[in-house]
């Protein structure tokens, strides 16, 4: 639906058709506040609009004020993200439970690293074992 509304909005510079697509936009925020997730669906419509740019050279203005809205809707939550990122990158890597995990489940993961398992989508988490417990009286 962004898609159409992108190519509608590039195609006839409307403020009507600008606010539209802000509101859906702020709308759907919900659905893409996950980082990995806004990555993928920003290199999605970035590739959208590159292709729009090289077909209709003359709808430059208005392609880029589209992908300017897109960030500027999602500026509330991607700025301190962002920041957080930056600042704070090096703590979870230099984490001694982060660093003692990363090797365990990177060798474990490592007996699914065949075709079969690939296709059947087998991985770590699906080969647990269920450890017995002795119950204790508290």
């Known amino acids: 639906m ?3 509304i992108i190519i509608k909005f590039s195609s006839k510079k409307r403020k009507k058709g600008l606010i539209i697509f802000a509101l859906i936009l702020l709308l759907t925020t919900s659905q893409a506040h996950i ?3 806004f990555a993928v669906y920003l290199l999605g419509v ?3 609009l590159l292709t729009n740019i090289f ?4 709808d430059l203005k208005n392609t880029l004020v589209a992908f300017l809205t897109i960030l500027i809707v999602n500026a509330f939550w991607l700025l301190p993200t962002t920041y957080s990122f930056l600042t704070y990158s090096k703590t979870v890597a230099n ?6 995990a ?3 489940i990177f060798y ?5 690293a065949n075709l079969a398992d690939i296709i059947y989508m087998k991985s770590l988490t699906i080969d647990f074992k269920y450890l017995k417990h002795k119950k204790r009286l508290c």
């Open 35 to 37: 980082p990995t997730l």
């Open 2 to 4: 962004a898609f159409f």
């Open 102 to 104: 990363s090797n365990d």
């Open 46 to 48: 970035s590739v959208f």
């Open 95 to 100: 984490a001694k439970n982060y660093q003692m």
């Open 108 to 112: 474990r993961n490592k007996k699914y």
């Open 55 to 58: 077909l209709k050279p003359k």
